[in-house]
């Protein structure tokens, strides 16, 4: 009992990694987002909204991920920024559910060439997703522009 007492004030330990990150999909011109506030110009999404909003980016279907860390990674070029933008991903798993990542450690605001952001989710010993949805959250009006859009997925030790 005490032993998990602990573990509620020691923090999350994230699982080691068992092996190399690799690529599950790339995210770009060929895909299409799925909010009218983003469009493909050449290899950049621009994204613009007018308000505070969740701008849902694109799903994405996933088969045979588990006990891995799935990240989504991208690169954003902000300008002007006034309030602030960060990473959000939900993750689906037949009969579990929906779980989500947000990259609140992550927020981005004013000017900013591109930098790279990226969020991770875990997945333990029978999680087997079958959709990311993969969103950029603003918190208030704004304007960015993402290019490189990445899934990777990293086996885990188990934990």
């Given at each position: 009992?005490?032993?998990?007492?602990?573990?509620?004030?020691a923090g999350f330990q994230?699982?080691?990694?068992?092996?190399?990150?690799?690529?599950?999909?790339?995210?770009?011109?060929?895909?299409?987002?799925?909010?009218?506030?983003?469009?493909?110009?050449?290899?950049?999404?621009?994204?613009?909204?007018?308000?505070?909003?969740t701008v849902r980016l694109?799903?994405?279907?996933?088969?045979?991920?588990?006990?891995?860390?799935?990240?989504?990674?991208?690169?954003?070029?902000?300008?002007?920024?006034?309030?602030?933008?960060?990473?959000?991903?939900?993750?689906?798993?037949?009969?579990?559910?929906?779980?989500f990542s947000k990259g609140?450690?992550?927020?981005?605001?004013?000017?900013?060439?591109?930098?790279?952001?990226?969020?991770?989710?875990?997945?333990?010993?029978?999680?087997?997703?079958?959709?990311?949805?993969?969103?950029?959250?603003?918190?208030?009006?704004?304007?960015?522009?993402?290019?490189?859009?990445?899934?990777?997925?990293?086996?885990?030790?188990?934990?």
């Open positions: 009992m005490f032993s998990w007492l602990k573990s509620l004030f994230p699982p080691k990694p068992a092996g190399p990150p690799h690529l599950v999909q790339s995210l770009g011109p060929g895909t299409s987002p799925i909010a009218e506030a983003a469009r493909w110009e050449g290899t950049e999404l621009s994204v613009l909204t007018p308000v505070a909003e694109f799903e994405v279907p996933l088969k045979g991920h588990e006990q891995c860390m799935l990240t989504y990674r991208f690169r954003i070029k902000t300008e002007a920024l006034k309030s602030t933008v960060y990473p959000e991903l939900w993750c689906r798993v037949p009969g579990i559910g929906e779980s609140l450690h992550q927020k981005v605001s004013g000017t900013n060439d591109w930098i790279s952001l990226e969020i991770p989710f875990y997945l333990k010993a029978g999680q087997i997703p079958d959709l990311l949805k993969l969103n950029l959250v603003f918190e208030g009006a704004g304007a960015v522009r993402l290019r490189e859009i990445e899934i990777l997925a990293t086996p885990l030790e188990p934990w």
